[in-house]
């Protein structure tokens, strides 16, 4: 396997730190084979740990900045993986996306560091693109109406919206009112360390309060 050059590779911790957490959602939701699409993948660090574990989905990483998908590039090279696509330049607000049909679109920490029209557009391309028992899997922190704000997030949150007003942790019921505009429904929603959650949006009714991590 080619050795990727050290300039070539963005490396992030917290995606390191997180992401035998967040495989553990996928391997108990996604079905033993499909095809997944990774929307802003960043480092390339979730989707190589991803599809070295679930060998039966094809992976296609994605991202708009050329720099990100270089280093996706470089560590799927590294890897050797067999089963993730040439990383795609994808903007999440432009239409159409350059994609097809597949089963399962997976997005961490990105609608928080992006406009509210990038979830917006996140929702319409889920429902435009996700097969008919396909799910919408989101990675990150949310404010919950009723739940105490984790004091991390709430300094994450204002140093978001220092950096750009129309940044900012999001509410949750806002996210998921966005995603039933779109036809979407959350089916689960999973507490994961350091104040963050995974939710599974799909066409199917939703099914709240599967959260194994929330007592019932």
């Given at each position: ?28 939701v996604l079905p033993a084979t499909g095809a997944a699409l990774e929307i802003a993948s960043g480092t390339g660090q ?154 599974v949006f799909a066409r199917a009714a939703p099914v709240i309060g599967l959260d194994p991590h929330r007592p019932h």
């Open positions: 396997m080619p050795t990727p050059s050290p300039e070539a590779l963005l490396h992030s911790p917290a995606a390191e730190r997180n992401q035998e957490a967040i495989l553990d959602v996928l391997q108990r979730h989707v190589c740990h991803f599809a070295a574990a679930l060998p039966g989905w094809v992976w296609q990483p994605s991202d708009p900045d050329p720099a990100a998908l270089a280093s996706t590039a470089a560590r799927v090279a590294h890897a050797g993986l067999g089963n993730v696509r040439v990383p795609l330049r994808l903007d999440v607000t432009a239409v159409p996306w350059p994609v097809g049909e597949v089963d399962a679109i997976y997005c961490a920490n990105l609608l928080h560091i992006a406009p509210w029209a990038a979830c917006e557009a996140l929702m319409a391309g889920a429902a435009r693109h996700l097969s008919a028992r396909g799910v919408l899997m989101t990675y990150g922190p949310y404010f919950v109406d009723g739940e105490p704000a984790a004091p991390g997030n709430l300094s994450f949150d204002a140093d978001l919206r220092a950096r750009n007003t129309a940044w900012g942790v999001r509410r949750l019921r806002d996210v998921v009112a966005q995603a039933g505009r779109a036809g979407l429904a959350l089916r689960e929603r999973v507490s994961m360390p350091a104040n963050n959650l995974v939710l």
